[in-house]
């Protein structure tokens, strides 16, 4: 059973327009979320993260948002350039205990078009 | 230094072989992971170090083999692997295990067990 979920396994936009990636979840025991990058070939890149108490996280052009109620959370990224083209995972952390467990989705992969 | 180091970046061993793998980062991080990751999966966390001390084995054979002999390094010992465990192997660590911190991943050992 898949506790973490993003739908869409790739996504286009054009340079300089708006990248929005979204991401589902069912536990509602999870206290942050957080969006890492991979390059092929290359570990995960922290992005961003946000706590379950916020509902918006912004760090440059990137924006998360948490929507409790629908167990939904997306990122922005805002002008989208051709360097951001990459798989993003959504990530989710186990809150009770700090046990640092980290439940990812399955991955979208973003391709910035110049 | 924000840098988690993985060796060897690539690793092909037989089903009788013995390896190690090895991760190493110097930022003071006192929780330690391993993550496995098959193609165009999301990664999976294998064990979780603590402060040195073994807290979560995700249900892991015992080919696999941890080990953490101090606060800065972090081994996998493999023995008696199968074709099925080739796979991208992360490492990854964090201050602590708290959710609120990030944890910051190494480039990976792309490991082919022939």
Redesign the interface.
């Known amino acids: 059973d898949q506790q973490v979920k993003q739908n869409s396994p790739s996504l286009s936009v054009q340079e300089g327009r708006i990248s929005i990636l979204n991401c589902d979840y069912t536990n509602s025991m999870f206290?942050?979320f957080?969006w890492?990058k991979k390059y092929p070939?290359?570990?995960?890149?922290?992005l961003i993260?946000i706590?379950s108490i916020k509902d918006k996280n912004e760090d440059g052009r990137f924006t998360v948002f948490l929507n409790k109620s629908a167990k939904h959370l997306s990122l922005h990224i805002v002008p989208s350039q051709p360097g951001d083209s990459a798989v993003y995972?959504c990530a989710a952390?186990?809150?009770p205990g700090?046990?640092?467990?980290?439940?990812?989705?399955?991955?979208t992969t973003l391709q910035v078009k110049p | 230094d924000t840098e988690v180091t993985q060796t060897p970046k690539h690793l092909v061993m037989g089903m009788t072989n013995k390896k190690s793998l090895k991760c190493e980062q110097h930022m003071g991080h006192r929780a330690m992971y391993w993550y496995k990751q098959k193609a165009k999966k999301p990664p999976e966390l294998m064990f979780v170090y603590s402060y040195e001390k073994l807290s979560i084995n995700e249900s892991v054979p015992s080919r696999f083999s941890p080990e953490c002999p101090n606060s800065s390094l972090l081994n996998l010992h493999l023995h008696a692997l199968q074709p099925e465990d080739s796979a991208l192997y992360l490492c990854a660590s964090s201050l602590t295990t708290s959710s609120s911190y990030e944890q910051y991943f190494g480039p990976g050992t792309r490991l082919t067990v022939t």
């Not at chain 1, 070939?41 to 922290?46: K, Q, V």
């Not at chain 1, 700090?98 to 991955?107: A, D, M, P, S, V």
């Open positions: 206290d942050y957080l890492y070939a290359e570990g995960p890149t922290f993260s706590s995972f952390s186990e809150g700090n046990t640092g467990k980290l439940i990812f989705g399955q991955g």
